[in-house]
């Protein structure tokens, strides 16, 4: 008996075969698994609620309050922005240093400035501490920081060093995430280390 | 109680195959005694019979998707019912699926071994001629009945073991007949089909609306078994992540295979016949197929027991699995959670109700329609309980928002308002949908099945009974919901499997709860 081939049919088998094919090969493509410390980065980022940042007078502190108001934007977490007045041990750690106050006061009122572009609510703090990595941790534990950022400047590197000692310090002993920002190799271009 | 030695967790074995084919086993027989039957019921509508079943169970699809994958935990709809309404109505869902899961048992022990009788005739057996009659039961079939039972306990004894072995089994079992019927279904249509005959059919033949209500009912049965996912998902590695895969990939591929099925037949026979062939009305569908007609009996009934056979062992497990989740919680008595110390199973359930389905598979054969007799119960306790787990997934919308779902029921209305201090919800509109769809087809059931509107209520009823019973002798409240620490178990949950994206995402939400409290306060 000659065998008669449907078109319609034949359709039918094919749109059959595809619709299972499709069905499978999206059932078998699994997302991949993510380890318990990376998900908790993604997660964490979307839960920051308090953002440290250290600043002095220099670009590396403002591309560092850019940064973290980016980070902190969709969640409308607050910006605190922390000067730390280095005193030297030869003097108590209530003197006056009226100049790096001022110079302070300036970083901070910058950082404002550019929380206020963000449209995201920010603090100032200027204390006085005998290294600033002292200062930083003591203000981030006070306000429960979720993160602090910090931007690396070259200047301050001494040769042979890939941080600063006071970014070391705080990468090293910060309870909470820490976030270390770097120029493009362009951008440290411009910028030559501390001899 | 459990002695701490016994007590164990189940093992996470499962992989995407694995949990596809558990619900896939459970499934995918069903239309293999669906088809006649709805065709004797729908006439030349019985396409359009599949296809209404199939939109509510579609939405019965969506709705497990979520709620398996956002709580992975053994006890399935029993276990969203329990959550989402507390322990009587946790238990009465858990008791309407659990006599699901006996017939299933059963019934597809029974067909399993009547596929298998096919083969005797060839070897010069009849198995008409161990036909015998015990005092007033007529026709008592001695061998197909210790066929079943031994089909049972080669079941029991596989699942006893561990599901390593059980679900590699329904794995290599289930390529061989997805093959086997896509091949069916592909030469079919291209060398044998007839769309007139389908056109014909429908035009001239179609059925009274009483009986394509009758028909659309009984086609639910050809897809009761979902539940078998949400069964094994607290087993299956990472759940969150494959579980919503596996279940609406299940939802979409026993939907075609059911529409094809349906659609061929009626453009290859008239439905007179297929409804003449309740028994074996896929055999006779691809007899009529050329080239592959010589041998396509023989397969079909090869492919129809292998089928049935692993629908029969998915009925072992969920079975299992569920009472060991009731006990867990409960509902029933604690003797039933012990985990095998060795193999690592909930061997004393699987041994008890699979012997429930021993005694119910000896009754039915009492009768002169012991597969008839079966699954007139089937679709009331698919039904029942998927009504209470439709009502547990909009309840748990409003009460446990917090639980991160992989998947959401699409089409919701946003309620609350957060800047008042409230969490937002998402009202899901396709859960009223199948909430009302569900609910019809229970209204149909116990409208037009007779031995189903009686037994079922009153196997729930006497289920209850021992409820009661066994919370009054345990010092338990029998219609109060017992105290349960559900944000602690979800943690565990999640981390018992790794998801650990979701865990951060459930602490985090927990945490702007704690802190919206503590705001008001």
Redesign the interface.
């Known amino acids: 008996m000659p065998l008669h081939v449907g078109l319609l049919g034949s359709v039918i088998s094919v749109v059959f075969v595809l619709l299972l094919a499709l069905v499978f090969r999206w059932m078998f493509r699994v997302p991949r698994q993510l380890p318990y410390e990376v998900a908790q980065i993604r997660r964490t980022v979307n839960q920051l609620r308090t953002v440290v940042v250290p600043v002095v007078r220099a670009l590396s502190s403002e591309r560092a309050v850019e940064l973290a108001c980016r980070l902190a934007q969709p969640q409308q977490a607050k910006i605190v922005l922390v000067h730390v007045v280095e005193v030297p041990l030869s003097l108590p750690l209530d003197a006056a240093m009226p100049l790096q106050r001022a110079a302070g006061d300036e970083a901070i009122a910058v950082g404002v400035t550019i929380c206020e572009t963000h449209e995201l609510a920010s603090d100032g703090v200027t204390i006085p501490a005998r290294s600033a990595w002292e200062g930083i941790l003591r203000v981030a534990r006070e306000r429960h920081a979720d993160l602090i950022v910090l931007g690396l400047d070259a200047k301050m590197r001494r040769p042979g060093e890939e941080l600063s000692r006071n970014v070391a310090q705080v990468v090293r002993r910060a309870s909470c995430e820490v976030l270390v920002d770097r120029p493009a190799a362009a951008v440290m271009e411009h910028v030559q280390p501390a001899s | 109680m459990a002695q701490p030695e016994e007590a164990g967790v189940l093992r996470r074995d499962v992989t995407?195959?694995g949990s596809?084919m558990w619900g896939y086993a459970d499934v995918g027989a069903d239309i293999y005694t669906a088809l006649g039957l709805v065709a004797g019921a729908a006439m030349g509508a019985t396409p359009v019979a599949f296809a209404v079943a199939g939109i509510v169970y579609l939405l019965v699809g969506l709705a497990y998707t979520e709620l398996a994958s956002s709580y992975p935990v053994a006890g399935g709809g029993q276990y969203f019912t329990l959550r989402g309404l507390g322990d009587v109505w946790g238990f009465v869902c858990g008791a309407a699926l659990l006599l699901d899961y006996t017939i299933d048992i059963s019934l597809f022990a029974v067909s399993s071994s009547g596929y298998f009788n096919f083969f005797l005739p060839a070897l010069g057996v009849h198995i008409q001629s161990f036909a015998v009659t015990i005092g007033p039961f007529v026709g008592v079939n001695l061998l197909w009945l210790a066929e079943t039972l031994a089909i049972i306990g080669f079941l029991v004894a596989i699942n006893y073991v561990g599901i390593r072995i059980s679900s590699r089994i329904n794995e290599v079992l289930g390529v061989v007949a997805i093959i086997g019927q896509?091949v069916i279904?592909?030469f079919?249509?291209?060398?044998?089909?007839?769309?007139h005959l389908v056109l014909l059919q429908i035009q001239f033949q179609f059925p009274t609306m009483h009986k394509f209500m009758y028909g659309s009912s009984l086609a639910i049965i050809s897809f009761v078994g979902l539940e078998s996912i949400s069964q094994v998902s607290q087993e299956t590695r990472?759940p969150a992540?494959?579980v919503p895969?596996?279940s609406?990939?299940l939802v979409?591929?026993v939907l075609?295979f059911a529409l094809?099925f349906s659609?061929l037949g009626m453009?290859l026979l008239p439905w007179q016949v297929l409804g003449a062939h309740p028994g074996d009305p896929i055999a006779i569908v691809a007899q009529k197929i050329?080239?592959i007609g010589a041998i396509a009996a023989p397969m079909t009934a090869l492919i129809g027991g292998v089928i049935v056979l692993i629908s029969s062992n998915s009925g072992v497990m969920s079975a299992s699995r569920l009472t060991y989740s009731m006990s867990t919680f409960h509902l029933l008595p604690e003797w039933f959670s012990a985990v095998h110390p060795r193999y690592h199973t909930p061997y004393r359930t699987i041994i008890v109700f699979s012997g429930v389905a021993v005694v119910q598979a000896i009754l039915a054969f009492l009768t002169s329609q012991a597969m008839g007799t079966l699954a007139n119960m089937y679709a009331f306790g698919a039904t029942f309980g998927y009504l209470l787990v439709f009502v547990s997934l909009i309840v748990l919308r409003f009460k446990d928002p917090y639980t991160p779902r992989p998947y959401r029921m699409p089409f919701n209305i946003m309620l609350g308002r957060p800047e008042d201090g409230g969490q937002r919800v998402a009202f899901p509109v396709l859960a009223v949908i199948g909430f009302l769809g569900v609910g019809t087809i229970l209204f149909e059931v116990i409208l037009t099945h007779a031995i189903g509107r009686i037994a079922g209520p009153a196997w729930v009823l006497v289920m209850l009974l021992i409820y009661y019973i066994y919370r009054r002798r345990a010092g338990l409240p029998p219609w109060r919901a017992l105290p349960r620490n559900w944000e602690q178990a979800q943690r565990e949950t999640l981390r018992d499997a790794?998801e650990?994206?979701l865990?951060?995402?459930y602490e985090?939400a927990l945490?702007d709860k704690a802190a919206r409290e503590g705001q008001q306060a």
């Open positions: 995407v195959w596809f896509v279904v592909v079919g249509f291209v060398f044998a089909w007839d769309p990472r992540t494959i895969r596996t609406i990939s979409l591929n075609i094809a659609v453009g050329p080239i790794e650990f994206e865990l951060a995402e985090a945490a």
